[in-house]
């Protein structure tokens, strides 16, 4: 049996986020999607996800779950055997990162979770990508499935993420960092970064025409360089 993997979905995602790559990745390999909406601290999110874990494991995360991932990290590095970074950041919240996060707690709390879905799909994928209705409705369906106190939950955790930079400098494992060209949130600078902090294990794939949600996006160039890591 191949070694086992964990895939860390984004904020307001859950499992369908990885639904392009799962039959490729399932091959022969068991498959740990972990659940990240029911706590507000990334230490218990981590705490979490290593009590559901098999002891060594291949670790991935997309956007929050790159957030997740660096925490796993801190707590129990030996047991990441590689790891993947797609369309995240190292760098740690600050007040102004963390303004519109406010901002669309207030609304998720007053009742508007509709309109920060709705403010939320504008950055998340390629400008091209926007009238992209069967897209829009599968990111829709995460974020309903989520919900809006597992969002507040997820926002309140990322508020207060350190600096990771310091992670990926310790690094000497296989590490795949990914992010989409057009990707607004996490952009390419911020990759070219955390592979620079990694260093020679470390492998920068940058994937034209994609925004955010690459895995969704670019379906099959994303699998593609998973396997590759994967080996």
């Not at 990745?25 to 230490?43: F, K, Q």
């Not at 919240?93 to 996060?101: G, H, I, Q």
Request: hydrophobic share 45%; proline share 9%.
């Amino acid at each position: 049996m191949k070694e086992p993997l964990v895939l860390v979905p984004g904020l307001s995602c859950n499992a369908a986020l990885y639904a392009p790559q799962w039959p490729a990745l399932a091959d022969g390999r068991p498959i740990l999607v972990a659940d990240h909406a029911c706590d507000d601290t990334l230490s218990a999110i981590g705490q979490r996800l290593l009590a559901a874990a098999p002891p060594r494991f291949a670790l991935c995360g997309l956007s929050m779950g790159g957030y997740v991932a660096f925490e796993v990290l801190r707590q129990a590095p030996e047991r990441v055997t590689r790891l993947a970074l797609l369309d995240t950041s190292a760098k740690p919240a600050t007040p102004e990162t963390n303004l519109p996060r406010e901002q669309m707690i207030a609304l998720a709390e007053r009742g508007a979770f509709d309109n920060v879905t709705t403010l939320l799909w504008q950055k998340l994928v390629a400008p091209a990508r926007l009238t992209d209705e069967p897209l829009r409705l599968l990111v829709r369906g995460m974020a309903d499935e989520v919900g809006a106190e597992g969002f507040v939950r997820q926002q309140k955790a990322i508020m207060k993420r350190p600096d990771s930079r310091p992670v990926l400098a310790g690094l000497s494992i296989p590490v795949l960092v990914l992010v989409g060209e057009e990707d607004e949130i996490t952009p390419p600078a911020e990759a070219r970064e955390m592979a620079g902090l990694v260093g020679a294990g470390a492998r920068l794939a940058v994937v034209p025409g994609c925004g955010h949600l690459s895995t969704l996006e670019a379906p099959e160039a994303v699998t593609a360089d998973l396997l590759r890591w994967l080996g």
